[in-house]
């Protein structure tokens, strides 16, 4: 059983996808797996900085994920590139990762499933959706200036994409224990009751 979970930036798709894992379902969290692994990979740093020079660097080595955002987010082309260079290594790390307990209930965590139409690797797909004036606060509160949120958010497939095409939808315009009895009534009558 592979649950995927996705939905708009801000909307709670790590908060969901925690609840789930404390249901006892192991997760994989696909930024994380970026984050952790492939930006620390010695040839990615390196192709980085072949593409977009040494700024894309921090002093301690370490990839400025902040300098690459705004590069991708800038450029279709350039955000297409590092998604060839990302893309496949994320993808490894997950068939790693879920080899290890083929018979498991695993969560997955992918904010850009449809639009890498990843819609085949799971047996189920949850989107969790807000309001977007809702998405922009809560951007705004990580410290992503309101404008740079809501440009972001418009380079992403519209949320209603992924309201349409995914199994079932929580919503996250209320509380943490309203999002809870959503996923809670999920798991006791979705994906893992089928």
């Not at 797996?33 to 977009?52: C, G, H, N, S, Y």
């Not at 499933?113 to 990580?142: G, K």
């Amino acid at each position: 059983m592979i649950i995927g979970v996705t939905g708009g930036m801000g909307c709670g798709k790590s908060t969901v996808a925690r609840m789930i894992e404390a249901a006892g379902f192991r997760r994989i969290d696909a930024d994380a797996i970026v984050r952790e692994q492939v930006l620390t990979d010695p040839a990615v740093k390196a192709a980085l900085q072949a593409r977009w020079g040494g700024e894309v660097l921090r002093p301690d080595g370490a990839v400025d994920r902040a300098r690459v955002a705004d590069k991708i987010f800038a450029d279709e082309a350039e955000r297409r590139w590092l998604e060839a260079l990302v893309h496949p290594r994320v993808f490894a790390a997950w068939r790693e990762q879920l080899a290890t307990d083929p018979a498991g209930r695993w969560v997955i965590e992918v904010p850009l499933l449809f639009e890498q139409r990843l819609e085949n690797w799971f047996d189920f797909i949850v989107c969790v959706a807000c309001a977007p004036e809702q998405q922009l606060t809560r951007l705004e509160q990580r410290g992503l200036p309101r404008p740079l949120a809501g440009q972001r958010i418009n380079q992403q497939l519209p949320l209603a994409h992924k309201i349409e095409h995914s199994d079932f939808v929580l919503w996250n315009d209320g509380s943490t224990a309203f999002l809870q009895a959503q996923v809670d009534r999920l798991l006791a009558a979705g994906p893992t009751a089928a």
